[in-house]
T-cell receptor
Framework: IAGITQAPTSQILAAGRRMTLRCTQD?????MYWYRQDLGLGLRLIHY???????GKGEVPDGYSVSRANTDDFPLTLASAVPSQTSVYFC?????????????FGPGTRLTVL | GQNIDQPTEMTATEGAIVQINCTYQ??????LFWYQQHAGEAPTFLSY??LDGLEEKGRFSSFLSRSKGYSYLLLKELQMKDSASYLC??????????WGAGTKLIIKP
């Protein structure tokens, strides 16, 4: 693994189904983030985690949950998917000890909810 | 509310120079970032400004004026591979990034 990986790459999901998007990083970054990206809108923060064992809500958390059991993994769960959750989902991580604390992004998961 | 404004789309010619502007109104300021995003790919980090002035990095430069809530990204000697979206983001008082919708840059031969 190099950097951040996400799985699956894409998924078509029936409304009402439960889905977990996976995110793993091998950079030992303390902070991790989940964003959604929709056409014409900026990246919007769903949930974040500043360190293993802690999570926080972002701008659009409703319908999503996260966990951070260890440093490397940060899964995002949709408990009961709805069509408005159709989007591209990006996971990111950052090292708060670095000067700029820039975020590094995974390749994304394209999710379609029908 | 918090707001990041940047033009939706710009067109420029290969070999030329283009300036992409970003204005922001946020609750607090802890740095401004520019990212590049090619179609269908993840955003990648380009630059970071926390103090006023110009930061130069090869063909790309980024400028910040905190008093005006304004930044620009300057791309010189444009190449076809620079065709991408350029995202402006501000880190607010909660140390979260607020993102603009991005500027799609089209490079013509």
């Amino acid at each position: 693994i190099a950097g951040i990986t996400q799985a699956p790459t894409s998924q078509i999901l029936a409304a009402g189904r439960r889905m977990t998007l996976r995110c793993t990083q091998d950079m030992r970054h303390n902070a991790m983030y989940w964003y959604r990206q929709d056409l014409g809108l900026g990246l919007r923060l769903i949930h974040y985690s500043n360190t293993a064992g802690t999570t926080g809500k972002g701008e659009v958390p409703d319908g999503y949950s996260v966990s951070r059991a260890n440093t490397d993994d940060f899964p995002l769960t949709l408990a009961s998917a709805v069509p408005s959750q159709t989007s591209v989902y990006f996971c990111a991580s950052s090292d708060s000890g670095s000067g700029s604390n820039e975020q590094f992004f995974g390749p994304g998961t394209r999710l379609t909810v029908l | 509310g918090q707001n990041i404004d940047q033009p939706t789309e710009m067109t420029a010619t290969e070999g030329a120079i283009v300036q992409i502007n970003c204005t922001y109104q946020t609750s607090g300021f802890n740095g401004l970032f520019w990212y590049q995003q090619h179609a269908g790919e993840a955003p990648t980090f380009l630059s970071y400004n926390v103090l006023d002035g110009l930061e130069e990095k090869g063909r790309f430069s980024s400028f910040l004026s905190r008093s005006k809530g304004y930044s620009y990204l300057l791309l010189k000697e444009l190449q076809m591979k620079d065709s991408a979206s350029y995202l402006c983001a501000v880190r607010d008082s909660n140390y979260q990034l607020i993102w603009g919708a991005g500027t799609k840059l089209i490079i013509k031969p």
